[in-house]
């Protein structure tokens, strides 16, 4: 799989170019370490989800809206990108809410989500007006019930269901199995019971259901199957009581490959597959079709986004097991990544600054913060040769970087700049010294 956005070339020189920008251009601009982010890709990879689901759901004339998991990237302008691709976006605090307001993403299409929302944050989505408000606890119906009788209003709310598939790539991003903070289980009847109390609530207008049961997932019969529990759920549901249940959300986490030799789950497979899955299951039910939605954050953001970091210092070390590895390490780490040290996520990188005729050796990139476990890339073939001042770009970081970035060691979070047509504009502005030493209050 490739694993560099659309735009990434090497220009005769051999330097490595996104967005028609040359990476020494975008170094000397905007320094580094910077993140990259490829407009026109992150366009495309957000409109073909639009464009596959809605030909997939057409094709048995339902309807979906694809909302843009902001989780893994938002900024302001991102959300104005997805605002003009007709996406919708999902938020799951106050500050990506009002990130997104900025961004003019109209409120009735953005989703709140979150396990353990404060109360400012649903008074602040039920003034502004938004669209839904995923509940995941039978606390948060009761204070959100109170909250929109208190303020006059009714708040339209989807349940997160956890349906107990266990799917993704790591434990920590696997979100429907029973054992874990999210969501309703369906298995133990916690979901009926808040459909149940949803529906009764005058301050509720219960619109359906929701579940999301991991990320970075391969394996379209993970979807399949919570497709097909969720729906006998909303059946059974509106057998009961009656309800209408017009919405039906199955949530993200579509794979992408973060190195060469890795799968990525396509749009243009899994909604036809989930289009499908959805179809043997509602057509011997009968009955009107929900609206769906889906929430890929990942597969749009991520491989759209590089980090370009200069080298400081290699080393060589012996290995036990026989050979050496080469220590490339770069002026950033997991302060910007931290995928690598929380999942043991694995990343590709390349020397982007120049062509290099040495050897490929065994290499592992790492950062400058006070841990042995700041490795940004675990193991990758990069030239021997590799030495302070080259430019180094690690593809797929699109997603979960900035997002999930630290100020460990006062680092300075990078900025972030969008590229296109030979022209780059800042998304996120770098963090400075200033920024820092006005967050520490000084002593007398
Ligand atoms: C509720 C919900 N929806 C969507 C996503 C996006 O997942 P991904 O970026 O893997 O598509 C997440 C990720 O944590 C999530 O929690």
């Not at 929302?117 to 408000?133: F, M, Y």
């Not at 009761?142 to 303020?151: G, Q, S």
């Not at 913060?369 to 699109?398: F, N, W």
């Amino acid at each position: 799989m490739p694993v560099w956005s659309s735009s990434v070339t090497r220009g005769d020189d051999g330097v490595l170019a996104v967005g028609g920008m040359d990476v020494r251009t975008l170094a000397a601009e905007h320094g580094t370490p910077l993140y990259v982010v490829d407009e026109a890709d992150f366009r495309v990879r957000a409109a073909a989800f639009r464009d596959h689901f809605t030909a997939a759901f057409g094709r048995h004339r339902a309807k979906v809206d694809v909302f843009y998991a902001g989780k893994a990237f938002l900024a302001s302008q991102v959300a104005g990108w997805m605002r003009e691709e007709d996406l919708c976006l999902d938020v799951a605090s106050r500050g990506e809410l009002e990130i997104a307001l900025r961004g003019g993403m109209p409120p009735e299409r953005i989703g709140l989500h979150g396990n353990n929302k404060a109360e400012d944050e649903l008074r602040r989505a039920l003034s502004v007006g938004v669209g839904r408000i995923i509940v995941d606890s039978f606390t948060e119906i009761e204070v959100l019930d109170a909250l929109a009788r208190e303020m006059g209003v009714t708040a339209p709310v989807l349940v997160r269901v956890t349906t107990g598939v266990h799917a993704g790539g790591h434990e920590y991003i696997a979100t429907s199995h029973e054992d874990q903070k999210f969501g309703l289980s369906l298995a133990s009847g916690a979901a009926y019971d808040a459909m149940l109390a949803c529906h009764d609530a005058v301050g509720l207008n219960l619109l359906g259901i929701h579940t999301h049961i991991g990320s970075q997932i391969l394996s379209i019969d993970a979807f399949r199957e919570s497709a097909d529990r969720m729906l006998r759920l909303r059946a059974a549901f509106m057998a009961d009581t009656g309800a209408a249940l017009p919405e039906v959300d199955l949530g993200g986490g579509y794979a992408i490959a973060y190195t060469e030799d890795a799968e990525a789950l396509e749009p243009s497979v899994a909604a036809y597959e989930i289009a499908d899955a959805v179809a043997s299951v509602m057509d011997p039910i009968g009955g009107e079709w929900p609206r769906f939605s889906i929430e890929p954050g990942r597969a749009i953001a991520g491989p759209a986004g590089l980090t370009v970091y200069t080298v400081g210092v290699t080393k060589d070390v012996k290995l036990d097991e026989g050979g050496s590895r080469q220590y490339v390490a770069v002026d950033g780490g997991m302060s910007d990544n931290p995928r690598t040290i929380m999942y043991g996520a694995e990343y590709h990188a390349e020397v982007a600054s120049r062509v290099s005729d040495a050897p490929l050796t065994l290499s592992r990139v790492v950062g400058k913060h006070c841990e042995s476990g700041d490795i940004i890339v675990r193991d990758v073939q990069l030239p021997e040769d590799t030495r302070r001042g080259d430019l180094l770009a690690v593809a797929a970081t699109g997603a979960y970087g900035r997002s999930m970035a630290s100020t460990y060691n006062a680092a300075l979070r990078p900025a972030v700049v969008a590229v296109r047509d030979g022209a780059s504009k800042v998304l996120v502005r770098r963090d400075t010294l200033e920024d820092l030493l006005s967050w520490d209050v000084a002593g007398d």
